[in-house]
C-alpha cells in the first residue's frame, strides 16, 4: 500500500483537477492499483436529474443563459471524472424539455407548466454533450405526470386535464394509468417524439411503474375492462408493465436500431426467502411492489442493458452489495443484455445514513468488486450534484483507482457485427512544445463520432488495439482534428481509430513515429 503522505498528495492533485474541470491526470493512481489496467470499453455514466430540479437546472425561471451555462459546467464535471456518457432526464413528469406536440413544456425549466423556455433545451444539451465526445442517453419517466395531487393544477393543454380519466392520484402525486392501452400508445409517441426527432445515443427508463402494490392505486375500473384473463390484480399489472417494455423495444429498434434501450430498476428482483431464483435480500422487491419483472426482462431479451440501482453497502444484512453484483451477473449471463451498475453516490457521506457510507473506500470497494464479474460492464452514478460534491473524496478515489485509462463506451452484441467508421488518416506525429502533435484526418463521406488514440514503444500488432494500456485519449472527432498529447516523448508510435456512435471502431491507421 501507498504511504498516507502519497495517498493524500495523488488525492489533491484528484480533487483539484476537477475544481478545474480538467482531466485527472494518469498518473494519479494509489500504488495499490497501479497495475490494474481497466477494460478499453466500459460505461462511466452520470444521471442529471431535472424533477423537482434536483441538478439542472437548478432552479426554475433561469434565463436560457443561465441554464446552458449550468450544463455546460455539468460537462466540464463529468470530463473531469473521467466519464464517457451522461444520463438526462428530459421527460420528468409527463412534460417536456422540448417542443412537443402530446405534453407541455416542463415547469421545471421556468416555472410555469407550459411556458416556453425560450430555447430548445433537449437540442441544444444533445449538441454540446456531442461535442465533448460524450454519449448523451435521453431518461424518461414513463407513468408519472405531477409531483403534487391536484389534476386542476396541470396545464390547461396536458393530457391529463384533456383525459382526466388517464390519471390516478396516490401518496399526493398523480400517475397516468399504466392499465389503459391508449396510455399506454400514448406515453410511447410522447417518448418517441424525442427519440425520431433528436439525435440521441439512447432512450433510458428509471425504476418508476406502478408506484406501489395496493388497491389504494384505484385502477379498478381499467382491472374489470381489461383484466379478465388474468389471475390476479398484481398479475395484470405485470403485465401491463411486460408492454410497456416489449413495445418500447420494439419501437427503438424500428425508428433507432443504433441508440440503446435500457431501464435502471430498483436493485431487487426478489427475496429468495419468496423465489428460490431471487437473490438473499431481505428488502423491498421490484416484482411484486412495483410490478416489474426485472430478471424477466434480460431473461427475455427485452433490453440492450439493465442497470439495477444497487444502493446498499457490502455487507448490509438486508441487501448486500456483495451479494447482489453476483446475482444480477448470473441473470445477465448468456443473455444479450448489458448490465451495469447504479451506484449510490448519494449516499457517501450523507447526513443520516449508517457508518459505512462514511467510510471513503465504501464505493471504490463496490468496483474493485465488480472487477471479479465480467459480466459488469460498467457503472452509473446518482447523482451529479454527488459526483460534483464528492463527500469524503470518495467520487475521486473512485476515479484515481479505477479509471486509470480512458475508455470506450460499451458496445451492443446487436450492433458489433454493423459496419465499422472507416479508418482514419494520421497525417503526423510530430514534436511540439507541450508534447506530441498529432494530426487526423478522416475519410468516407461523415465524421465519425471520435477518435481512439494509441500509444506504443514499438511498431503496434493486432492484440495492441484491444488492451487500453496503449489508449491515450479519445477525442471528440471532426473531418480534421489536432491533438497534442502532453506524454509524448521522441520515438512513441501513435494509431488512431475512427469511433462510431455506437461505439463501433474502425481498423487502426498507419503508424507515425513521433521525430524530433
Same mark, same amino acid.
Given at each position: ?5 502519497r ?5 489533491g492533485?484528484?480533487l ?5 474541470? &480538467? ?6 493512481s494509489?500504488?495499490?492499483?497501479? =497495475?490494474y489496467?481497466? !477494460? ?12 423537482v430540479n ?24 463529468a470530463?473531469?471524472?473521467?466519464l ?18 402530446? #405534453? ?17 433545451p433537449?437540442a441544444?444539451?444533445? #449538441?454540446?454533450?456531442?461535442k ?11 407513468? $408519472?405526470v ?22 390516478? !392520484? ?7 394509468n399504466?392499465?389503459?392501452p #391508449?396510455? +399506454? ?5 410522447a ?9 440521441i445515443?439512447?432512450? %433510458?427508463?428509471d ?28 398479475? @395484470?399489472?405485470?403485465n ?5 417494455? /416489449? ?5 427503438? $429498434? ?8 435500457g ?10 426467502t ?5 437473490? =438473499?435480500t ?8 412495483? %410490478?416489474?419483472?426485472? $430478471?424477466?426482462? *434480460? ?25 447482489? *453484483?453476483?446475482?444480477?451477473?448470473? *441473470? ?10 447504479? /451506484? ?12 459505512? @457510507? ?7 470497494? %463496490? ?5 471479479? %464479474?465480467?459480466?459488469?460492464g ?5 447523482n451529479s ?19 486509470? +485509462?480512458?475508455?470506450?463506451? !460499451? ?7 454493423g459496419?465499422?467508421? +472507416? ?18 484526418l478522416?475519410t ?13 514503444? +514499438?511498431p503496434?500488432?493486432p ?6 494500456r ?10 480534421? &482534428?489536432?491533438?497534442?498529447? !502532453? ?22 491507421? /498507419?503508424? $507515425?513515429?513521433v521525430?524530433?
Amino acid at each position: 500500500m501507498s504511504s498516507p503522505t502519497r495517498r493524500t498528495v495523488l488525492r489533491g492533485l484528484a480533487l483539484a483537477a476537477a475544481a478545474t474541470a &480538467v482531466p485527472l491526470p494518469a498518473f494519479a493512481s494509489t500504488s495499490a492499483f497501479a =497495475e490494474y489496467v481497466p !477494460p478499453l470499453r466500459q460505461m462511466r455514466g452520470m444521471w442529471i436529474a431535472s424533477v423537482v430540479n434536483i441538478n439542472w437546472p437548478s432552479k426554475p425561471g433561469l434565463t436560457a443563459d443561465q441554464q446552458k451555462a449550468e450544463y455546460l459546467a455539468w460537462l466540464d464535471l463529468a470530463q473531469a471524472r473521467k466519464l464517457n456518457a451522461v444520463f438526462v432526464q428530459i421527460r420528468p413528469t409527463a412534460d417536456a424539455f422540448w417542443p412537443s406536440p402530446f #405534453e407541455p413544456w416542463s415547469q421545471y425549466l421556468t416555472g410555469t407548466q407550459g411556458q416556453d423556455p425560450g430555447y430548445d433545451p433537449l437540442a441544444f444539451v444533445v #449538441e454540446e454533450t456531442h461535442k465533448r465526445g460524450l454519449a448523451f442517453h435521453a431518461w424518461f419517466n414513463p407513468y $408519472r405526470v405531477s409531483m403534487q395531487p391536484d389534476p386542476s393544477k396541470l396545464h390547461p393543454d396536458h393530457p391529463g386535464t384533456k383525459h382526466p380519466d388517464w390519471i390516478v !392520484p396516490y401518496g399526493g402525486k398523480l400517475y397516468y394509468n399504466p392499465g389503459m392501452p #391508449e396510455v +399506454r400508445a400514448f406515453v410511447q409517441d410522447a417518448m418517441m417524439d424525442a427519440v425520431t426527432r433528436y439525435d440521441i445515443d439512447g432512450l %433510458h427508463f428509471d425504476d418508476y411503474f406502478y408506484p406501489v402494490n395496493t388497491s389504494a392505486f384505484d385502477d379498478s375500473a381499467a382491472f374489470a375492462k381489461y383484466g379478465q384473463d388474468f389471475p390476479d390484480l398484481a398479475a @395484470w399489472r405485470r403485465n401491463n408493465v411486460d408492454l410497456l417494455v /416489449q413495445e418500447m423495444q420494439q419501437r427503438v $429498434r424500428q425508428a433507432k436500431p443504433e441508440i440503446a434501450w435500457g431501464i435502471s430498476p430498483s436493485g431487487i428482483w426478489r427475496n429468495k426467502t419468496t423465489d428460490p431464483l431471487g437473490s =438473499e435480500t431481505g428488502g423491498s422487491q421490484s416484482y411484486d411492489s412495483l %410490478h416489474a419483472d426485472t $430478471r424477466g426482462w *434480460v431473461k427475455k431479451g427485452w433490453l440492450d442493458y439493465i442497470a439495477p440501482q444497487l444502493y446498499w453497502y457490502i455487507g448490509q444484512s438486508n441487501a448486500d452489495y456483495a451479494k447482489l *453484483v453476483p446475482w444480477w451477473s448470473d *441473470v445477465a449471463a448468456g443473455t444479450p443484455t448489458q448490465l451495469w451498475i447504479g /451506484q449510490a453516490a448519494y449516499k457517501a457521506g450523507a447526513a443520516g445514513q449508517p457508518a459505512q @457510507w462514511f467510510q471513503p473506500d465504501e464505493l471504490t470497494r %463496490h468496483l474493485t468488486l465488480n472487477r471479479d %464479474h465480467p459480466q459488469v460492464g460498467g457503472d452509473i452514478w446518482y447523482n451529479s450534484g454527488d459526483v460534483r460534491d464528492d463527500r469524503l473524496g470518495s467520487v475521486t478515489t473512485v476515479v484515481t483507482d479505477h479509471y486509470t +485509462r480512458p475508455a470506450l463506451g !460499451p458496445l451492443l452484441p446487436r450492433l458489433a457485427g454493423g459496419a465499422a467508421p +472507416r479508418r482514419p488518416v494520421l497525417v503526423w506525429a510530430r514534436r511540439v512544445d507541450g508534447g506530441a502533435e498529432l494530426r487526423i484526418l478522416a475519410t468516407g463521406g461523415d465524421a465519425p463520432f471520435q477518435y481512439a488514440v494509441f500509444r506504443l514503444d +514499438r511498431p503496434a500488432r493486432p492484440e495492441d488495439f484491444a488492451d487500453a494500456r496503449n489508449l491515450v485519449a479519445v477525442v471528440p472527432a471532426d473531418r480534421h &482534428v489536432r491533438w497534442v498529447d !502532453p506524454a509524448g516523448t521522441r520515438g512513441a508510435y501513435y494509431y488512431v481509430t475512427a469511433v462510431d456512435r455506437a461505439n463501433r471502431q474502425s481498423p487502426p491507421s /498507419q503508424g $507515425r513515429r513521433v521525430q524530433w
